[in-house]
Nanobody, 124 residues
């Protein structure tokens, strides 16, 4: 079982930036793909971004491309999500997730372990 703890959420104005972090307790963090998803009130969970274990390959949702950067530091068992130029419709709970056994992609069911989430509110 891998435990994931997100942090860095909060209230930000439209156009502002936030950096989310997710720390893993897994001893083999460097072998997991790590993803970020979000769920707004009354909406389904949606994919934001993911990064392969090596950090070389990344995927982004079309809606966040060019504004959001995912990165990871395997020495610190941490994955980051730098979010810039935030929009009100991005208000949501943001979750990080770990995919084992080489799985990698946009589909939430690929991921084995999930954090509790960190709330992001973008206010105008």
């Amino acid at each position: 079982q891998v435990q994931l703890v997100e942090s860095g959420g909060g209230l930000v104005l439209v156009g502002g930036s936030l950096r989310l972090s997710c720390v893993s307790t897994g001893r083999t963090f460097s072998s997991y793909s790590m993803g970020w998803f979000r769920q707004a009130p009354g909406k389904e969970r949606e994919f934001v971004s993911t990064i392969r274990w090596s950090g070389v390959d990344t995927l982004y949702a079309d809606s966040v491309k060019d504004r959001i950067i995912i990165s990871r530091d395997n020495a610190k068992n941490t994955v980051y999500l730098q979010m810039n130029n935030l929009e009100p419709e991005e208000t949501a709970v943001y979750y990080c997730a770990a995919a084992r056994q080489g799985r990698y992609g946009r589909i939430w069911s690929l991921y084995d372990d999930w954090g509790q989430g960190t709330e992001v509110t973008v206010s105008s």
